[in-house]
C-alpha cells in the first residue's frame, strides 16, 4: 500500500475516535472525483454536497472536517465503521440495510446512459442494458434496476473520465454518467470529447444523501444533529441558496 495511503488511513483512525456531539468536530469523507457535487479542487473537498453538509452542521454547532476519498474507499469505511458518514450516496434495494439514512436527501441527479455520437439510439433504460458492455465507476450506485442486474458486463473504472475514453475507444457500448458530472466533465476535456458522446436514455434519478454508519460510536448523534440542521437551513432559506449559487 502507498506511504500516502497509510498515512491518510493513520490520520482517519485518529480524527475518527471523537464522536460527533454539537460543538465538537465530526470527520465526514468526500468523493473525491464527482465535482460539481463534491470533488478534490487544489488539494482540497470542495462542491455543492460540501456546502450543504458544511452548512447544516454548522447550524446545530458542529464543526466539520471533510477528507478527500475515492468514493469506494469512503463507502467501506462507513460500513466498516472506520468513518462516521460518507457522501454522495443514492438509495438503493441493495445498500438500504447498511447505513443510517438521514430524512432528507440534498439533493437529485439523473444516471444518465451515454453512447457514441454515431448512436441512433434514444429513450433507453436500464432494460436495454441487459447483457451489454457498460463503462460504470468504482462504487457508484445507478439505480436498483441496473445495480441488481447480473446479466451486465460492467467494465469498472476509478473515474468517470476512464468511463468516456472507454467509450471513445469502443471497448464499451455505453457509459452510465450522472448528468452534472458528465456535463462538467465534457467541458473541462472539450478538445478530447467534443462532439464525440450523446444521451441516449436514463437509467434512474436518485436521491443523494450523506449516509452515516451503523457501527461507529457517536453516528446516530451525528446523524441526529444534520438532521436538525439540515431542516434548520431549509427553513432559514441557507440551503436554496447553496442549490443556487451550484446551479
Excluded at 85 to 106: G, I, K, Q, S, Y
Excluded at 138 to 157: A, C, K, L, P
Amino acid at each position: 500500500m502507498p506511504v500516502r495511503v497509510l498515512l491518510l488511513l493513520a490520520m482517519l483512525a485518529a480524527l475518527c475516535t471523537v464522536p460527533a456531539r454539537a460543538g465538537q468536530r465530526i470527520v465526514v469523507g468526500a468523493e473525491d472525483d464527482w465535482y460539481p457535487y463534491s470533488g478534490k479542487v487544489n488539494g482540497d473537498a470542495h462542491g455543492m454536497a460540501e456546502d450543504i453538509i458544511q452548512a447544516a452542521f454548522s447550524a446545530v454547532g458542529v464543526d466539520v472536517k471533510f477528507v478527500s476519498l475515492p468514493y469506494a474507499r469512503c463507502i467501506h469505511m462507513v460500513r466498516t465503521g472506520e468513518l462516521a458518514a460518507c457522501f454522495d450516496t443514492a438509495r438503493t434495494r441493495e445498500n438500504e440495510a447498511d447505513f443510517l439514512w438521514p430524512a432528507h436527501p440534498m439533493f437529485s441527479s439523473k444516471a444518465l446512459i451515454y453512447a457514441r455520437a454515431d448512436s441512433q439510439e434514444h429513450d433507453l433504460g436500464p432494460a436495454a442494458l441487459h447483457g451489454k458492455r457498460v463503462a460504470v465507476t468504482n462504487g457508484y450506485e445507478y439505480g436498483s434496476d441496473f445495480d441488481g442486474d447480473i446479466t451486465v458486463i460492467r467494465e469498472v473504472t476509478n473515474q468517470t473520465i476512464y468511463s468516456f475514453r472507454m467509450l471513445e475507444l469502443g471497448r464499451v457500448q455505453y457509459v452510465l454518467a450522472f448528468e452534472k458530472v458528465a456535463n462538467y466533465l465534457l467541458s473541462a476535456n472539450q478538445r478530447e470529447f467534443e462532439g464525440k458522446f450523446r444521451v441516449v436514455g436514463l437509467s434512474a434519478q436518485n436521491d443523494l444523501y450523506c449516509v452515516f454508519s451503523r457501527k461507529f460510536p457517536g453516528a446516530e448523534a451525528a446523524l441526529d444533529n444534520f438532521n436538525r440542521g439540515f431542516e434548520m437551513i431549509q427553513a432559514n432559506g441557507t440551503y436554496r441558496t447553496i442549490l443556487t449559487t451550484w446551479r
